[in-house]
């Protein structure tokens, strides 16, 4: 399936970029029938996507943030001893790394911008692209890693296999392997294809992610299901035989089975609620453009940059899209050129609607905009107004 040509994701344009002519690469998906992950075809150059200029930064959910904490808490207690070595693929602005501040830890992170903030709360973060040579200069300089951790990452490195080889040359012989990422199956269930954008170059799932990393002497032993980021999933890998296989991980397997995710039904039916997905919401934008009603997009996502130009929607449909990030503020999404503006603009005035284009992060943006008189129109896992009045 293809969703037309795309932008970089989060390529907010500043005003004195409007001249220069915008990179964009086709948007494709297609199920691989050796690895099992649904991937991108056309995978855009790493360099594009994160550099000095990275825009999301992890800190932005409150939600998020005690999730992390308690990401922390949780491999702190069932998988390390007294002083480990914990290096995070990935930290961002040091969301999760923080809470392994005071011991041996390192993050590897390649946009500097990001890395900046994580290193001004005090954090070890090493600027870099992960993969097999950096993982080496790192076990040389420090030993093996006891855990290596990473969120919403691993998905984004084009190479899967030199990851996979890296991380296995880090880790000690005890050592785990746990991170997160968007489920394939939560994406399927949703008919969340918002989730396909460049930096998300595969979509896991238990099978993918076991075949891959098989290759590279590591095995899933454990698997935990997320709420975050609109359905994720926790994989827990060790070397072979080290730690019992458990009864979730059986049940998690058997889920992903029911779903069909390694049939090709499962994604044409899949490519069909996608298509009236788009259908019904450029309906509900064009019904509230046609009433004079004034709308604006709620949060500048990376998710929202597929939604905005796969559906066709532009500055006539969205006065603006409001974000809390900063770095945002000020400049045009990705594409359709939709300014972004600060949180105070959403309320002066209030608008008539307002896509949730940050879904994900609903029940956060609901106690946030309680006084919001206007609706919400949503999208996941179907098109609907939330009418307030
Ligand atoms: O996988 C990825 C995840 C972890 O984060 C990355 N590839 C990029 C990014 O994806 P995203 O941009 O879709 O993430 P979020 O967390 O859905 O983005 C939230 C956006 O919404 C941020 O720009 C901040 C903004 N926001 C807001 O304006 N008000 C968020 C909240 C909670 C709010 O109240
Ligand atoms: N872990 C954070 C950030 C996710 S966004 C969270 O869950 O909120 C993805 C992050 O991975 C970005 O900060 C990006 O710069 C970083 N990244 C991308 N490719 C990477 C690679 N090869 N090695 C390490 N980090 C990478």
């Known amino acids: 399936m293809s969703f037309g040509p795309m932008p970089i994701a989060n390529a907010f344009r500043r005003a004195d970029e409007a001249a220069t002519p915008e990179y964009t690469f086709e948007l ?3 199920f691989c029938d050796s690895c099992g992950t649904f991937q991108l075809v056309d995978q855009p150059d790493p360099a594009l996507m994160f550099h000095g200029d990275y825009a999301f930064f992890s800190g932005t959910s409150r939600a998020m943030a005690d999730h ?45 911008n990001v890395a900046a903030a994580a290193r001004d709360q005090g954090l070890a973060v090493r600027e870099d692209f992960f993969g097999t040579a950096v993982a ?42 746990v991170f997160e990422e968007p489920h394939l199956g939560a994406m399927i269930e949703k008919t969340a294809y918002d989730q396909l954008y460049d930096e998300h170059v595969f979509m896991f799932s238990l099978q993918s992610v076991g075949r891959i990393f098989a290759d590279h002497g590591l095995e899933l032993f454990h698997a935990a299901p997320q709420p975050t980021h609109g359905g994720g999933m926790r994989y827990f890998l060790g070397r072979p035989g080290r730690r019992p296989a458990t009864a979730a991980l059986a049940a998690e397997r058997a889920r992903e089975a029911e779903l069909g995710l390694d049939r090709p039904a499962t994604y044409d039916a899949f490519r069909r609620r996608v298509e009236r997905s788009r259908d019904a919401l450029m309906a509900v934008l064009a019904d509230h453009r ?27 449909h969205l006065a603006f899209i409001t974000d809390s990030t900063p770095l945002k503020q000020g400049r045009v999404s990705p594409g ?13 005035p209030w608008p008539d609607a307002a896509v949730l284009f940050a879904w994900n992060h609903r029940d956060e943006i609901m106690a946030k905009e309680a006084d919001y008189p206007g609706d919400w129109i949503t999208f996941v896992p ?3 107004v939330e009418s307030r009045r």
């Open 28 to 30: 494709a998906p297609a």
């Open 68 to 112: 992390f904490g308690r990401f922390a808490a949780d491999v702190r207690r069932d998988h390390l001893g007294p002083d480990p070595f914990v290096v995070e693929i990935g930290c961002n602005d040091g969301i999760l790394l923080r809470h392994f501040g005071t011991g041996r830890h390192l993050g590897v992170e390649p946009s500097r």
């Open 290 to 316: 046609a009433a004079g009603r004034r709308v604006v997009g709620y949060a500048a996502t990376s998710k929202s940059t597929t939604v905005i130009n796969y559906c066709g929607i532009t500055p006539d």
């Open 382 to 384: 179907e098109v609907r």
């Open 136 to 177: 080496e200069a790192i076990r040389a300089d420090h030993g093996p890693a006891d855990a290596v951790l990473a969120a919403n990452v691993l998905c984004h490195i084009p190479d899967v296999h030199d990851l996979a080889e890296g991380i296995s040359r880090l880790l000690g012989d005890d050592g785990v392997l």
């Open 336 to 348: 359709a050129h939709i300014p972004i503006r600060p949180p105070e603009a959403f309320r002066d």
